[in-house]
């Protein structure tokens, strides 16, 4: 998967996604929104709305954390 940079925003179980370098759209027209769950330690996304491509990154697979060196919790 490819990085990218954007804004995030969780509201209790739904995150919306904006201004990412992978949509290329600003707001309003680039909003992602999804609901999300953490199921045995890992995340799992679910489509609400989305005017970009990012519901087949975020919702076919779960997403655990990952430590990194140097970062934060690493």
């Known amino acids: 998967m490819v990085p990218s940079q954007g ?4 509201n209790r179980n739904e995150m919306d ?3 990412s370098a ?3 759209l600003q707001l309003p027209a ?3 929104r999804f609901t999300w769950r953490v199921t045995a330690g890992v995340l799992y996304f679910t489509l ?3 005017t970009c491509t990012r519901a087949h990154v ?4 779960g997403w655990t954390r ?4 140097g ?3 690493g």
């Open 7 to 10: 804004n995030v925003v969780a």
């Open 17 to 19: 996604f904006y201004n």
């Open 22 to 24: 992978y949509c290329g």
């Open 30 to 32: 680039g909003l992602g």
């Open 48 to 50: 609400i709305s989305d």
């Open 58 to 61: 975020l919702t076919n697979r």
């Open 66 to 69: 990952t430590l990194v060196a």
């Open 71 to 73: 970062q934060p919790g």
